[in-house]
């Protein structure tokens, strides 16, 4: 049974860092891309980030690119997200997501496997 579980998220003002991280079980985590979403209130899942099996590829969408930083660490089965310089607009649900390393790595339906998700909220 494969288990996603993020962690790290909570509440900061605007222009402040969080880390987020995600720890996977029940599946060889070096053979998946991880990726990164989030979802607003009232608004549809987005892509953040993805980095690929050996973390030797990362992806970004625009409005997180140079802010944030995806990572991963195959020996913990973790995958990390550093977000820094923080905006009332990255207020959101964050999910971490796993999938085989082929196809467009900023489409959701791409992704089999999903975790609960871990609440970001910036204030300005």
């Known amino acids: 049974q494969v288990q996603l579980a993020e962690s790290g998220g909570g509440s900061v003002q605007a222009g402040g860092s969080l880390r987020l991280s995600c720890v996977a079980s029940?599946?060889?985590?070096?053979?998946?891309?991880m990726g990164w979403f989030r979802q607003a209130p009232g608004k549809e899942r987005e892509s953040v980030a993805a980095?690929?099996?050996?973390?030797?590829?990362?992806y970004y969408s625009d409005v997180v690119k140079g802010r944030f930083t995806i990572s991963r660490d195959n020996a913990k089965n973790t995958v990390y997200l550093q977000m820094n310089s923080l905006k009332p607009e990255d207020t959101a649900v964050y999910y971490c997501?796993?999938?085989?390393?082929?196809?467009?790595?900023?489409?959701?339906?791409?992704?089999?496997?999903w975790g609960s998700g871990t609440q970001v909220t910036v204030s300005s």
């Open positions: 029940g599946l060889l985590f070096s053979n998946y891309r």
């Open positions: 997501a796993a999938t085989a390393p082929f196809g467009d790595w900023y489409k959701e339906t791409n992704y089999p496997y």
């Open positions: 980095i690929s099996t050996r973390g030797q590829s990362t």
